[in-house]
Nanobody
């Protein structure tokens, strides 16, 4: 079993930055794709970014391209999401997720990820 714990959320002004961390325990995540999703109030959960097991492959939602960067440190069993130039519409609960199937493809849909963290709130003030 893998447990995921997100941290780094908070209140930030328009244009500010935050770095989210997702620490895994119970099992190494080094061989698996990881992703960040978010859920805004009244909206469905959506992918923000995902990264391959090696870190060489990444995908981003169009709305966050250029502004957000996903990365991972397999030695630390941790995945990161650097968020810059934050906007009020980035306000959401951000979730870390793991695809433990070992597939080479990076998925954008939440049903391909079976392990989730509890989420961390990000609020961007206007």
């Amino acid at each position: 079993q893998v447990q995921l714990v997100e941290s780094g959320g908070g209140l930030v002004p328009f244009g500010g930055s935050l770095r989210l961390s997702c620490a895994a325990s119970g099992r190494t995540i080094g061989g698996y794709a990881m992703a960040w999703f978010r859920q805004r109030a009244g909206k469905e959960r959506e992918v923000v970014a995902a990264i391959s097991w090696s870190g060489r492959g990444t995908i981003y939602a169009d709305s966050v391209k250029v502004r957000f960067t996903i990365s991972r440190n397999n030695a630390k069993n941790t995945v990161y999401l650097q968020m810059d130039s934050l906007k009020p519409e980035d306000t959401a609960v951000y979730y870390c997720a793991a695809d433990l199937s070992g597939r080479a493809v990076i998925f954008r849909t939440s049903n391909q990820y079976e392990t989730w963290g509890q989420g961390t709130q990000v609020t961007v003030s206007s």
